[in-house]
């Protein structure tokens, strides 16, 4: 489901209520592929609902340089909301989800094993509210940058 803050804060409350663990991970996800598919499976496997932060096309061209998103922010919500790991989607417009980490206060942080604990934003937030931080192993060759190089060389 692609949600509004207020009314993400509102439902997980709820969830958190009964007793459910909220796992949060974010990214650009510009073109979906194997990789994102299993980092999402594995992530939701450390919680009961997961949440996943979206950047918006301004962000994602800030972060990305010119030319990129290759998809629009609107349907890149579409495409991971219709994955079954994935309860909840969520835009933002920063560079990183630092804000977004500390409203949501997820019980799991999750980012891809091309980072390490120390570099993940948020950790701290998440850890100092006796949430656990995670690291998913990356899956070599599995990237939009991948697949872009290999688009060029045709």
Sequence with gaps: MII?????????????????KVVF????FDIIHAGHVAYLADTKGFGDVL?????????????????????SEADRAVVLSALRPVDYVIIFDEDTPFKL?????????AKG?????????????VQDSGGKVV???FIEGKSTTAILDKIRKL
């Design 25 to 28: 991970t974010n990214g650009c």
């Design 113 to 125: 094993g091309d980072y390490d604990i120390d570099t993940i934003v948020g950790a701290n937030a």
């Design 51 to 71: 949440v996943v932060g979206l950047n918006s096309d301004d962000s994602v061209r800030r972060l990305k340089g010119r030319g990129r998103p290759l998809n």
């Design 4 to 20: 509004a803050l207020k009314d993400l804060l509102v439902e997980l409350e709820k969830l958190k209520e009964a007793g459910k």
């Design 101 to 109: 980490i500390q409203e949501i206060k997820p019980d799991i942080l």
């Design 135 to 137: 690291v998913i192993p």
